[in-house]
């Protein structure tokens, strides 16, 4: 009996031993604050209930664009530096001052972060813990596809992304307005649109070639938001007309067939010489004369063209002994119409340098809806001489950009 209970006491004695020797490694009190150093690792933080940050400095730069009316001014979007990472910032204050492209260090002392509407979100973060560097950077978006996004957006978080040839839908409007279903032919997300946005007056284009914008989460729908225009393009960014095609040397009016399609040529001709200013083997040399309604001195497009923001116009001079003693500006303008050629409204003028044997180039800007119809006219609206005939210029390569 007295062994079995000298065995007890030894046994009571290790396990008195075991539990000192652990309770030395319980660490009692409060954990230190967490203080991850990228946008990467603070998503990896596990998020418990009162959480607060230490002192951090997290680089980022900042992805959206509150310029186009798409983003809330009081939300900013920071995208890690090296990592398929973001993060949005609910802001106490409108922001103002901080822009896409804005490398940032935050400063997460004190500020908490919380789950709004299935994404994880950092709130109550002064404005002046986000310090700009001075420094810009363009952020690639990632390409992906729609399966994709839903697959890793939760790991991700409100990414850049770029999506390929999908569809729009329209659902209660023909406008880009509301949130709207887009698929890819093998999954379905949403894209959202603000309700005064840049995008409110713009109509659904049904297929877009592709499309940049943040991932974002509501509830359980995930969604792409683009900041601007310039995020939607539709199928080609833009076409040149080089005037390369056909041969005419009559200065009456006349259709001609070139690579964009049929082109009126009223008052012009096809010109191939030496001294006539050019890109290729040839231009239009445009005249025009006052009374001859056969003469006009116009090139216009015979067709139209959806979506046309700018259009640029290579020009210059006939070295001719007229053209070059003329002492009045020698000028065109350049006109648009969106009824089909009906009628045209004056975008913009340029004037010929007549000093120089060579084209000059100037730019206009259409800025036509995506699914609006279009069509430019040049016009030679330089002073005639005392025979009623324009001086002669030169038109060549003509760029759309969509």
């Known amino acids: 009996m007295r062994k079995n209970l000298n065995r007890l006491q030894a046994l009571l004695l290790v396990l008195l031993c075991l539990f000192c020797s652990c309770a030395k490694d319980i660490r009692l009190g409060k954990y230190p604050d967490p203080e991850p150093s990228s946008i990467y690792n603070l998503r990896r933080v596990?998020?418990?209930e009162g959480l607060v940050w230490g002192e951090t400095a997290i680089p980022g730069v900042v992805t959206s664009d509150i310029k186009h009316g798409n983003f809330d001014s009081r939300v900013l979007v920071i995208q890690d530096l090296n990592n398929e990472a973001a993060?949005?910032?609910?802001?106490?204050?409108?922001?103002?001052?901080?822009?896409?492209?804005?490398?940032?260090?935050?400063?997460?002392?004190?500020a908490s972060i919380v789950e709004r509407s299935g994404e994880?979100?950092?709130?109550?973060?002064p404005l002046e813990q986000l310090k700009a560097t001075g420094e810009?950077?363009?952020?690639?978006?990632?390409?992906?596809?729609?399966?994709?996004?839903?697959a890793n957006a939760k790991y991700w978080g409100p990414l850049?992304?770029?999506?390929?040839?999908?569809?729009?839908y329209n659902q209660e409007s023909d406008r880009l307005n509301g949130d709207l279903v887009i698929d890819d032919e093998i999954a379905e997300m949403k894209v959202s649109f603000n309700a005064g946005s840049a995008f409110e007056q713009e109509s659904n284009p049904g297929y877009i070639e592709s499309l940049i914008g943040i991932v974002s989460k509501r509830g359980s729908d995930w969604s792409?938001?683009?900041?601007?225009?310039?995020?939607?393009?539709?199928?080609?960014s833009e076409i040149l007309e080089d005037f390369e095609q056909g041969s005419n040397t009559n200065y009456d009016s006349k259709v001609m067939t070139f690579v964009t399609g049929a082109w009126v040529i009223d008052?012009?001709?096809?010109?191939?010489?030496?001294?006539?200013?050019k890109n290729g083997k040839q231009s239009i040399r445009l005249q025009g004369t006052v009374g001859n309604a056969n003469r006009n001195g116009v090139v216009a497009m015979n067709f139209d063209l959806k979506g046309v923001k700018t259009v640029?116009?290579?020009?210059?001079?006939?070295p001719a002994a007229a053209e070059l003693a003329n002492i009045n500006p020698t000028v065109l303008s350049v006109e648009v119409s969106r009824n089909g050629g009906q009628t045209y409204q004056l975008v913009g003028t340029a004037e010929i340098d007549i000093q120089s044997r060579s084209l000059s180039t100037n730019t206009f800007s259409i800025n036509a809806g995506f699914n609006e119809p279009v069509r430019i006219r040049i016009v030679n609206t330089s002073q005639p001489f005392a025979n009623n005939s324009r001086p002669r210029i030169n038109i060549d390569d003509i760029l759309f950009k969509f």
């Open 160 to 168: 850049l992304v770029k999506l390929d040839k999908i569809s729009v």
């Open 136 to 150: 810009q950077r363009v952020v690639v978006p990632k390409p992906v596809s729609i399966a994709a996004v839903l």
């Open 267 to 277: 008052g012009g001709i096809t010109a191939t010489s030496t001294a006539d200013p």
């Open 87 to 110: 993060v949005a910032v609910a802001l106490p204050v409108a922001n103002a001052s901080l822009n896409a492209g804005d490398v940032v260090v935050m400063n997460l002392k004190g």
């Open 120 to 125: 994880l979100t950092i709130i109550n973060l």
């Open 224 to 236: 792409v938001r683009p900041r601007s225009l310039n995020d939607i393009r539709l199928g080609v």
């Open 312 to 318: 640029s116009v290579s020009h210059g001079i006939y």
């Open 46 to 48: 596990q998020i418990t």
